[in-house]
Each structure stands twice: as structure tokens, then as C-alpha cells.
């Protein structure tokens, strides 16, 4: 009898007729029956006088069982009547091929911080009757697309149903922009070619502040208060970069008092690539009869239905110019252009030094103190 089988069928005869018997299997002398027992029995029944009934009992042989033989004991009993005992000898073996993860550690724990590692050791169990060679074990964040493995061998010692081996130790790299949360890490260990055991464990990982901008929209503009003459045009440009890791699709909307001026913007919709920018207008065309005085435009950037930011433009309304001094220098667009990509250039590399020197100051003091 192999372990890890768990099936008996017992039969009772009625001679006489009985009520409320009970049938019982038992297997003794286990090391540690005190923490899994080795036995059945089952509900009251009746049994009429002359008739044969068959009960079903299961007892599972766990992988620690030693290799002997053993005395299954069945018992059949009523309350008043001397027990019937029946003795069935079973010779238990261990399973050809059977290997197990018995324990695995984290460390420095279950929780990480994104950009360092995962240090992991596992402890596998042969509970088989063959040595088991090159068992290949790893460790894997299948969300992240991070894994690891070793191959080690799990021998089976003469004197023992159960061996066990550690495995090296590995160091699984969690990428520097995985999102703060909770993921499932898995154990998985395939030996005798085709057989596979895995356990699987809750990881929790923090974000690297430095690295977090899935959604990060970089603005610039300019510039932000003109002079107008009444009746003329005044040209506001606004730079975006989308410094986030994926595609954003932007809406912007532009409004002025109708009293005094009426607004176009080159583009409404702007879709930019993770990295990509663009420079849009704003055309503030003021009333010849506005009043003079400081007046405000706004433009509203959306993302979907969401709001991420609202730009105020100051427009200084003096009195009306000549015909010929109206209209707009397209040199002036092509010199706010000019200045707004250089602007952005310099916010993203001033953002990249401070971030690496930060992660540089936070590898610094934690020094090894992380994996």
C-alpha cells in the first residue's frame, strides 16, 4: 500500500439483526497521530437480521509514514454487544516520485520596496522512494514578469521516508516601476520530468516615489500676461508633456468674458505618447470696445471626465490701434515654441537629476539592509 491512499470498503453481515451499530478502521503507530489521525468510522445504523450492508471508510497514509508494515484495524460495535475486530496487514511504501515545497522564507519579508529584490529561500521535501536530480525551483511575480530559478538535487537517504534539501538562495528583482499593491508570488518546483508542485504567497510591494508617474501631465507656458490694444490679438502658447508611462489622450478648453474678447485654441484634443509633447495656442481676439484694463482667459485640461488642471492668462486691454499694427506675427508662435520645448527639456532633466540623486541617497542609507 502506497501512502497518500485512502480508500477501504467494509462490509457487515447481519446475523441476528442490530441497532446503532458503528464500524471503525484504524491504523496505530504513527509517530504523529496526536496531529493527524489515521482513522474512520461511521454514522449509527441499523442492521436488519439476514442482510448484508456495505460502509465506505477513508483513511489517508500521510507522506511521513514509514516504510513497515502496519495492522489496519476494523472494528464493528453496538452499544451493548463485545466489539467484532478484524486485522488486515498493509504493507506501506512510499510513493515512487514525490517531492513537496515543505517551507519557504522571505526576506527581508513579505513586504518590498519596487527597484530592490526579493530574497527567497525554500525548503523542498522528498517524501518519494527515488532521488530526485536537477528538481528545478522558481520563484516568480508572474503580474510584474519577474521570476527566478535554481536547480538543485533532493536525495533520498537509505533510513528515511522523508528527506529534505535547500535550495540556493535567490534574489528576485522587483522593477523599479512596479505600482505599490499586493501581488501573488509563486513557488513552483517540476521534477521527474513531467510532475510540478506550487505554492503560492501574498507579496506586498511599496512604490518608488521616484518612478510613480503613470499619469504625470508636465506643463509649461508663456507667456502668461500680455498687452493688447483693443481689437487685436493676443497669442498664448502652452506646452504638455506627458511624462507618465503610457498613451494620454488630452481635452482642452479655453474660455474668455464674451464681453470682451472670444477664444481659439489650435487643437482641442491632444494624444501624446509616454515622453511626446506638443505646443498648442490659445488666440485671446479682443473687442474693439473692450474696456481697457487687466481681463483673465482660462484654459481647463482634461483627461477623460476628469479635471487635472485649469491655466489663468492675463490679457492688459489698452486702447485701439491702427489697422496695419493688427494680426499675428507668426514669428511670435514660432519663437514661443522654441522656448516652450526648451522649458519642458529643462523641467524634465532638472526632475530626472533630482530623482536619481534621491534613489541614490536612498541606496546609500539603506545600504544592504534590502534585497
Known amino acids: 500500500m502506497k501512502a497518500l491512499r485512502n480508500l477501504w470498503v467494509v462490509f457487515v453481515v447481519g446475523l441476528l439483526g442490530a441497532t446503532d451499530v458503528e464500524v471503525e478502521a484504524k491504523i496505530s503507530g504513527y509517530e504523529y497521530s496526536d496531529y493527524e489521525n489515521l482513522e474512520d468510522s461511521t454514522q449509527l445504523f441499523d442492521l436488519s437480521a439476514g442482510t ?19 495492522l489496519l484495524r476494523l472494528r464493528v460495535m453496538d452499544k451493548n454487544t463485545e466489539a467484532l475486530t478484524k486485522e488486515i496487514k498493509l504493507a506501506v511504501e512510499p510513493a515512487r516520485n514525490g517531492v513537496d515545497i515543505a517551507d519557504v522564507v522571505f526576506s527581508p519579508g513579505t513586504t518590498v520596496k519596487a527597484g530592490k529584490s526579493l530574497l527567497t529561500t525554500v525548503l523542498l ?9 536537477d528538481v528545478k525551483v522558481t520563484v516568480a511575480i ?3 514578469g519577474a521570476s527566478v530559478s535554481e536547480f538543485v538535487d533532493v536525495v533520498k537517504t537509505d533510513d528515511h521516508n522523508v528527506d529534505y534539501e535547500d ?25 521527474d520530468e513531467y510532475e510540478t508542485v506550487t505554492k503560492t504567497f501574498k507579496i506586498k510591494i511599496l512604490g518608488n516615489e521616484q518612478f510613480q508617474q503613470t499619469d504625470k501631465l508636465v506643463l509649461a507656458v508663456g507667456p502668461e500676461s500680455q498687452n493688447v490694444a483693443a481689437g487685436s490679438t493676443a497669442t498664448y502658447a502652452i506646452a504638455l508633456t506627458n511624462a507618465g508611462s503610457t498613451s494620454k489622450a488630452y481635452l482642452l478648453e479655453a ?7 472670444t477664444t481659439t485654441l489650435s487643437d482641442g484634443l491632444v494624444v501624446l505618447e509616454p515622453g511626446k509633447n506638443k505646443v498648442v495656442y490659445m488666440d485671446v481676439k479682443t473687442s474693439p470696445s473692450a474696456t481697457a484694463g487687466e481681463h483673465v482667459a482660462s484654459v481647463t485640461i482634461k483627461a477623460g471626465s476628469d479635471a487635472l488642471q485649469s491655466l489663468s492668462f492675463k490679457a492688459n486691454v489698452a ?21 516652450l520645448i526648451v522649458l519642458v527639456v529643462v523641467l524634465v532633466i532638472v526632475g530626472l537629476v533630482i530623482g536619481f540623486s534621491r534613489l541614490k541617497k536612498d541606496g546609500d542609507e539603506e545600504g544592504k539592509s534590502y534585497y
Open 52 to 70: 448484508t450492508k456495505y460502509v465506505s471508510l477513508s483513511v489517508t497514509l500521510p507522506k511521513k509514514l514509514d516504510k513497515d508494515h502496519y
Open 142 to 144: 508572474p503580474e510584474l
Open 319 to 339: 486702447g485701439a490701434i491702427a489697422p496695419a499694427a493688427t494680426g499675428v506675427d507668426f514669428n511670435l508662435r514660432n519663437g514661443l515654441e522654441i522656448a
Open 255 to 261: 474660455t474668455a468674458g464674451s464681453d470682451w474678447a
Open 167 to 191: 535550495v540556493p538562495e535567490m534574489f528576485l528583482p522587483i522593477p523599479i516601476t512596479a505600482k505599490e499593491g499586493e501581488y501573488d508570488a509563486t513557488v513552483t518546483a517540476n521534477y
Open 125 to 133: 521535501e522528498n517524501y518519494g522512494d527515488k532521488d530526485q536530480k
